[in-house]
């Protein structure tokens, strides 16, 4: 079974920044996987942010390109997204998935995601 844990998320003011850890867990399999950051705001779908491969390919949404970044550990078991310059419009709570296959900038290409972790940006 494999489960996907964010952490990181808080209230910030405009302008700050934030670093997201999003760290798997899959009984005795390997943990290394293609990972997806998505944000949903309020009354609004679910919106792709960013994108690691297992061997360090990225991709990232126009939003993201310039202010966002994407990482993963040594051990490709966490997954980090730094971010900064954080604007309220940032707000929402993001979510981390496991790729499995398609395009990565849909939901429907993850099989498995975490709760999500709260992200408030304040003007």
């Known amino acids: 079974?494999?489960?996907?844990?964010?952490s990181g998320g808080g209230l910030v003011?405009?302008?700050g920044s934030l670093r997201l850890s999003c760290t798997a867990s899959a009984g005795s399999t390997s943990t290394?996987?293609?990972?997806g950051w998505f944000r949903q705001a309020p009354g609004k779908a679910r919106e792709f942010v960013?994108?690691?491969?297992?061997?360090?390919?990225?991709?990232?949404?126009?939003?993201a390109r310039d202010r966002f970044?994407?990482?993963?550990?040594?051990?490709g078991t966490t997954v980090y997204?730094?971010?900064n310059s954080l604007k309220p419009e940032d707000t929402a709570l993001y979510y981390c998935a496991r790729f499995?296959?398609?395009?990565?900038?849909?939901?429907?290409?993850?099989?498995?995601?975490?709760?999500?972790?709260?992200?408030?940006?304040?003007?």
């Open 1 to 6: 079974q494999v489960q996907l844990v964010e």
């Open 50 to 63: 960013t994108w690691i491969s297992v061997s360090g390919n990225k991709a990232y949404s126009k939003f």
């Open 32 to 35: 290394r996987f293609d990972i």
């Open 100 to 123: 499995t296959r398609g395009n990565h900038i849909y939901p429907s290409a993850y099989d498995y995601w975490g709760q999500g972790t709260q992200v408030t940006v304040s003007s």
């Open 81 to 83: 997204l730094q971010m």
């Open 13 to 15: 003011q405009t302008g």
């Open 69 to 75: 970044t994407i990482s993963r550990d040594n051990t």
